[in-house]
């Protein structure tokens, strides 16, 4: 038997391969005094059709459970994260600046860098509608990539604003009806042939392509620019007012994040989103709101393309394997010893192992070596002299036991 | 709309009190030298049917997807481990001893300590037949729960041995074929009326009773309990030959810890299951294995039960959101100066929160309160001098710009 398609198991080196990218998200948001929290992975599907509209539906695991319920698998956190603020709303100060981890769903066919299911962080910051937020919020992302080793030779974060469209539509007397799908149209420019985006825009095709073939021009990006060069990251942002986003619920400044070499998917996007929480709340709550989503699956790809990157991300984990101290038994007649000096090193924090059964002395120093243990401490025939070895240096010496004064070595 | 029935939202303080249980999970485990890893939430429905028979479909969410797979949210890991081990089984040298935190679901009827998600950390030795590795899983999971405060007065092992009563049914001639139903009426003694039991046990009922209310001998369980004794542990166990555990598959030793006050449900479980592997894997691969798991939601009740390891967690999660640093702007024309502070500091690991908007001092210094933070620096009239005041003793002092010789104060 197999797991799923699209599902992935994470033996014991994609598992800490996938926690050294969660603590690193973690310890960046932190920084930035975000709080963590966390939604349940199964929601009613009518959350995510009330947001994203019935077509949804297609791309969900969605089922309906034995009480009747309409549910699904959670695609993404925005809905949730709404529900839980609208239902909460008065207990916080605002602003809040939340973020969390966890896995999300979606049933669709398997590409490269797309399986059925990835783990996310997401960062959300709600009741704060100037711009420092925004500003605040793409730092953020951008350190959380920087924490990792990533330079703006590796990255880039391209910055647009959905409102210089929504401007654009208003100017040329557009109706609001219609701008969804205009703007769909422009956020595939360049990815779909010229003359299929030429045909969705009819008559604003000319003046749709010539901005964004010469940029065009927002006092608000240039703001915001401004404010990422006094936090020193504006080389890692550039303007490119093609970026739309295909989710119709962003209001203001929009962002995708990329590797230079152009080769994957958007490692991370968001934007603002300042009606969302008033229309899933059914206006109960109102909120301006900014947030991002960067997945495991992409950035992972991603930390295997640049070497440093990578080769930071295996030294880590492998000195977080390493244990502290393992214990070879070379007399049987020793072990009740051996075992409660174990049992009061793992008391003081050491992280220890030994063997379970009797074994071979030169295939316990090898299962030593193997677990990283920075002592081997062996209990044999000098008891209770020990013989200690340190496994980086060779070092050898002889210890009275019990060792009790050892503190942690980490 | 709200989250649906049994399933929970972590805000902010009840997700620093699951980070606190899987924490104390995580580091125990690895003290032992368990490694972790984890396996994906949905998985075929098949996995589960083999394991524990068609019966076990009743109790899931599962549902057939797009694909017309039958599939269903994991109700345990055990199946899942099965199936990664068998399919790995020669990557990896024996005895294994892994861990792994995550999500459980199963369709039920809300009770307390019973909802429809739980988190548990389930750990398991795989590869190793010998009693040394039962003693070893056992040792784990009462340090783990040591971790939070709780002790012998607290908690309690109880210890069954399957073996016990197979070889008592052997002995009475019972054909295998009834040993499962058998065992599953010893399990409830106790928790039914006597005379079902009685009724289920048939002539085997009186030297059933009288074997559970004299203890019953078992030369193994005797020496196990000699085992924990040597790590000094072994007054959180007690021999209790009644436990049987309902599921079929355990062969060996088994365990349940409950609260000494016998209020709640066990808050851990395992045992031996020495040929699960070979029947999920359809005998490709043979192999000793045992575990346990332990639930978030009863572990949670039992520290709300026990003042002083409540509050041993309550401290530990007000200090783990503590911030460093709060910057003041008392002068919006010293924003610029302060957010270039702000960076360097939070790029050299200081948690750092400021105001995103202008806003009163008195307030700033409250929220640098509310948030924890060791020190509130403030940029005003004196800049290029910083007003700087230590929260904690309330000591006033000034200090010229930059303030980069600071280090991480954690």
Redesign the interface.
């Known amino acids: ?5 699209g ?6 080196e994609e ?2 391969r ?2 050294y990218i969660f603590a690193r998200w973690r ?1 960046v948001a ?4 975000f ?10 599907t ?2 995510y059709k009330k947001k994203s509209g019935a077509e949804i539906v297609d791309q969900l ?1 969605n ?5 009747e ?1 309409e ?1 699904a ?1 959670r695609p993404e956190l925005t809905p ?1 994260l709404a ?2 603020v609208a ?2 709303d008065r ?1 916080f ?1 605002k ?1 809040l ?2 973020f969390s981890i966890g ?1 999300f ?1 979606r ?1 669709e066919k398997q590409q490269r860098g797309r399986l059925r ?1 990835h783990f996310q962080l997401n960062c959300d ?1 709600l009741g ?1 509608a ?1 711009l ?2 925004d500003i ?1 919020l793409v ?1 953020l992302c951008i ?1 959380v990539l920087r924490a990792f080793g990533f330079g703006e030779k590796d990255f880039v974060v391209r910055i647009s604003d959905r409102e210089f469209w929504t401007d654009f539509l208003r100017e040329k007397d557009v109706p609001v009806d219609r701008w969804d799908g205009l703007l769909q149209a422009i956020d595939k420019f360049g990815r779909e042939p010229r003359e299929k985006t030429a045909e969705k825009l009819g008559k604003l095709a000319d003046p749709v392509f010539t901005t964004l073939e010469t940029g065009g021009k927002s006092e608000k990006l240039g703001k915001f620019v401004d404010g990422l060069r ?4 504006a080389d890692f942002v550039s303007v490119d007012i093609g970026i739309v986003r295909g989710l119709a619920y962003y209001t203001g400044i929009v962002f995708e994040v990329f590797d230079r070499a152009g080769k994957s998917r958007a490692v991370a996007g968001g934007g603002r989103y300042d009606n969302l929480i008033a229309q ?2 059914d206006g109960a709550v109102s909120l301006p709101a900014l947030g991002f989503a960067m997945g495991d699956v992409v950035l992972g790809e991603l930390i295997q393309e640049i070497p440093h990157v990578c080769q930071g991300m295996e030294k880590a984990i492998a000195n977080d ?1 390493k ?1 502290d101290i393992y214990i070879v038994i070379a007399k049987e007649e020793r072990r ?1 010893d051996a ?2 000096q ?2 009061q090193l ?2 003081r ?5 030994y063997p ?2 009797p074994t071979k002395v030169a295939r316990q120093f090898q299962a030593a070596e ?2 990283g243990a920075s002592l081997a401490v062996l209990y044999g025939d000098e008891w209770p002299q020990l013989k200690i070895k340190n496994m980086t240096t060779g070092a050898r010496w002889q210890q009275h036991t019990p060792a009790l004064h050892w503190t942690k070595l980490a």
Chains 1, 2 share one sequence.
């Open positions: 038997m197999q797991s799923l398609p599902f992935r198991d994470f033996l014991p598992c800490a996938r926690n310890e932190r920084r930035y005094s709080v963590e929290w966390e939604g349940p992975p199964l929601e009613a009518e959350l695991f089922f309906t459970d034995k009480g319920r549910v698998l949730t529900r839980v239902a909460h207990e100060k602003p600046k939340w896995q769903f049933y299911e910051i704060e100037g420092a937020a605040e730092a350190d006094v936090f020193g990251l899933l709340s394997r244990i009740a075992l409660k174990i049992q793992r008391d924090g050491f992280h220890v192992d379970l059964t193997e677990a």
